[in-house]
């Protein structure tokens, strides 16, 4: 019996395998260095996720937008300067307003509307104070 043809067909056969098995081989170190860049990739991407969130704690609170009225501007500078808490009446003298009753009810009535929105705290009854 004549095994030469036998062997010929073996020895195809391996150098096809082995011919797919180096294609393999080059595939799978593509593969490895496409998923160290996800990863990698993805390290950057969760280190970005740390920073922004620990930054974003640290970024002041986005504040309501003021009400339409030329005071309210003002009423928020003199609380800026102030050493203290304000009442109404020291608000009206800031913004050189007659110490009118009705010109303090409606000074009162806008700091109140500030303290509604978060913006000034009420320290006790009267007097407000910027928020912290």
Do not use: W
């Amino acid at each position: 019996m004549n095994i030469e043809p036998l062997l010929d067909a073996l020895d195809i056969q391996e150098d096809a395998v082995r011919a797919l098995a180096d294609d393999l081989r080059t595939q799978i170190e593509e593969l490895h260095g496409r998923l160290r860049e996800a990863e990698t990739h993805l390290e950057h991407l969760s280190i970005t996720r740390k920073t922004v969130t620990a930054l974003a704690y640290r970024l002041p609170a986005a504040r309501p937008d003021l009400p339409e009225h030329p005071d309210y501007p003002r009423i928020l500078a003199a609380f800026n300067e102030a050493t203290g808490p304000l009442r109404a009446r020291d608000v009206c003298e800031v913004l050189d307003h007659e110490l009118l009753p009705k010109n303090i009810e409606g000074t009162r009535a806008k700091l109140k509307r500030l303290v509604k929105l978060d913006i000034l705290a009420e320290v006790d009854t009267g007097s407000s104070t910027r928020k912290q």
